[in-house]
């Protein structure tokens, strides 16, 4: 399926932006050979696949962030005005460009001078007005707290309103809903369908079905790095489950613990399986092993703030061995300093009581010691692992 032809002279039409024959080159590689996809006046494109498929190079190229090589790549003069965009990468370009500045703050005496959402704004990455755009998102309570103190999520809205910043005509989502909360995610639904509503065209990069707004009307399907499919929503779709089958519906999980449609008795009977065929408790390199009457973590009365903001205040939290524990809240309640006061990668656990695999902190033992028992993998964590090196 391709996409309607172009007119003779494709800046006869105003707003119009289009591939054509294009590919684009990530690194030392060429993308997307021979691809053709036109985006009209009025049009809402979602861009699917799975992952790694090449959908974030697509619309990367879209925002002239990569080149386009081969063919021709059609859009307006001002690409800054014409195209917002939101992404990951530009979320790793935010940190690690705060991160850089340390060097600079240590050397000149003010260490505390660091970054803030409105700061965002003023750099270049939206020169709207802070409050307006802010308050379309609901962040205007985050716009002078420093942005290394905001949780993916929070980072993620504050990105959304540096691009609507820019009354752009066209606002491109690079999986816009990933690390929101549930509440944060419906919110951000109903922007996103209110900026449709109002003219703006929206460009929706997901690989989950359920994110396919109903305000979608084209969907241009990539997959092992080419254009599989484009055209309108309900001719593609059917192509999207060919490529992507849904194998499995997602479980809903009751309060005992069983799925949903599966009775408790049933789910009593797998745990036993389950445990039968345990493995004895873990040994560490050392030959240490998890003591089962020695609880994993402790922390008592444990707070941890910046200035006046308290991220956690006088919190008291016992994992004992053979525990399973869900860490549940909205963006920003402070779930990630949590985690990072275990896995020894914040500050302030030298300030407070906590003790990890019945050791307390800060009585000589090395970071390593605590890392080698803790196995850990977030999307802070992936956003600052970006190395050029090989899997």
Partial sequence: MLSDPLPADPFSEPGLIAFENAAIRLGGRILLRNTNWTIWPGEQWAVVGANGAGKSSLVRALAGELPVVRGRFHHPPDMRRTVGYVSFERHRRLIAREEAMDDARWFSGDPDSLTTAR??????????????????????????????????????????????????????????????????????????????????????????????????????????????????????????????????????????????????????????????????????????????????????????????????????????????????????????TLLRLISGDHPQVYANHVRLFGRKRGTGESIWDVKRRIGIISSEFQIRYRKSIRA
């Fill in 119 to 336: 700061h965002v704004f003023d750099s270049g990455e939206g020169s709207g007005t802070a409050e307006q755009a802010a308050s379309r998102i609901g962040i205007r309570h985050l716009l002078d707290r420093a942005v290394r103190f905001l949780s993916t999520g929070e980072i993620r809205k504050v990105l959304i309103a540096c691009a609507l910043a820019e009354q752009p005509k066209i606002l491109v989502l690079d999986e816009p809903f990933d690390g929101l909360d549930v509440a944060s995610r419906e919110h951000l639904t109903g922007i996103i369908r209110s900026l449709i509503r109002s003219g703006t065209q929206v460009v929706l990069v997901t690989h989950r079905r359920s994110e396919l707004l109903p305000e979608m009307t084209h969907v241009i399907l990539v997959a092992e790095g080419r254009v599989a499919a484009l055209g309108p929503k309900e001719d593609v779709l059917p192509v999207w489950r060919k490529h992507c089958p849904v194998l499995h519906p997602p479980v809903r999980w009751e309060m005992d613990g069983s799925p949903r449609g599966r009775s408790a008795e049933e789910n009593i009977a797998g745990d036993a399986e389950h445990r039968e065929h345990s493995a004895a408790p873990e040994q560490s390199e050392t030959g240490e092993g998890t003591d089962a009457a020695t609880p994993l973590i402790e922390m008592n009365d444990v707070t941890v703030r910046f200035g006046e903001q308290i991220i956690l205040n006088h919190l008291h939290w016992t994992v004992r061995p053979g525990e399973h524990w869900a860490v549940t809240g909205p963006n920003g309640a402070g779930k990630t």
